[in-house]
């Protein structure tokens, strides 16, 4: 393992198929996992970059725990944000393929390989894949995951078999080859930069698909308040790529938002008017519960299940409304492109 310092870059060697880059911010458990799961896979096709983005709890002594079985590669600066920690990482890999993946991501086993034939097999640009709970993961992480995933909650727009919107890689498992990064560029530091690098990797032509063959076990927030921040700011980013690209928003993007405010006036009518307002959103959630249920085949899972589901759609709608109404409906929405566009990625 080479351990770099700010200004150091790997030294010349044979370039590996692969570079996995991840950035980190005091996240010393959930890097002892990935590398753990990225030491026993079957392939040597890759390299490691791991970039702590000024962390209070740096990962050295983990990432130098791990020299002697991967080829891993730490480096230390400043904290200016997770897409700039990307992008330093990027122009520090040797790899053909930039792989990304969030630093509390497990990686199952065989995952490269299977990459490297899919890829042979079916050539293209930038792919993606799905996130799925590992069976170690707790009942509330798993909760926490089918909301995220379900067709019942974001229309499967993640990686789901049946989806309302095309598949957009995100960078918790995403990759794309180094003739993407040098025609269009790095990250941008904002709120759902990986969407916005998905929409400028397509508009400038290049092919991206979605694998399902390569899904990671992706650990998410452990509770449901962490949750909530979450996918608050989720969809108050979504505004922002609507004004950063007019006409990309769809129906589904706004289906949260339309959930709340349909939620409220039936609890409105239920209280005020009769009970029976209500029974749409008892049918709803019950809905959830039993797709929970068969899904996870745990009655505990299916339970949480519920109030994580009720979190992502009231949270994520109440974020979108919050953004919408003065910057879009109002017309205060600011110049985001030229926010934005100020680093590597413009």
Request: overall charge positive.
């Amino acid at each position: 393992m080479m351990m770099m310092t700010n200004s150091e870059h790997i030294p010349a060697a044979a370039a590996p198929l692969f570079s996995v880059i991840v950035p980190v911010y005091n996240r010393i458990d959930e890097v002892r996992d990935l590398l753990e799961s990225l030491a026993v896979q079957a392939s040597p096709l890759f390299e490691v970059i791991l970039v702590e983005d000024g962390s209070t709890e740096p990962c050295r002594d983990v990432a130098q725990a791990y020299a002697s079985r991967l080829d891993v590669h730490y480096f230390f600066k400043n904290n200016e944000g997770r897409s700039i920690a990307r992008n330093y990482g990027i122009e520090r890999s040797r790899g053909r393929w930039l792989v990304f993946f969030d630093s509390d991501c497990v990686i199952p086993q065989g995952y490269f390989t299977t990459l490297a034939r899919v890829l042979d097999q079916s050539p293209c640009d930038c792919y993606g894949g799905p996130d799925a709970a590992h069976s170690s993961f707790s009942s509330t992480q798993k909760a926490i995951n089918f909301a995220m995933t379900s067709f019942l909650t974001t229309g499967g727009i993640r990686g789901g078999k049946v989806s309302l919107e095309k598949f957009v890689p995100r960078t918790f498992n995403t990759g794309f080859t180094r003739e993407v990064y040098d025609r269009v560029g790095g990250f941008r530091e904002m709120f759902s930069e990986d969407i916005d690098m998905s929409t400028r990797i397509s508009r400038a032509g290049f092919v991206t698909r979605l694998i399902r063959e390569v899904p990671v076990y992706h650990k998410r927030r452990v509770d449901f308040r962490k949750f909530m921040r979450q996918v608050y700011v989720f969809g108050q980013s979504r505004i922002a790529l609507q004004l950063l690209y007019p006409g990309s928003m769809k129906l589904v993007h706004m289906l949260p938002a339309m959930a709340v405010l349909i939620g409220i006036a039936l609890l409105l009518l239920g209280i005020a008017v009769s009970p029976w307002f209500m029974l749409p959103l008892a049918i709803y959630l019950l809905a959830i519960f039993f797709a929970a249920l068969a899904s996870e085949k745990s009655l505990v899972i299916a339970l949480k299940a519920v109030p994580a589901s009720i979190i992502q759609i009231c949270g994520y709608g109440c974020g979108f409304i919050r953004a919408f109404v003065p910057q879009i409906l109002l017309g205060r929405g600011r110049d985001i492109d030229r926010e934005v566009a100020i680093r590597k990625g413009k």
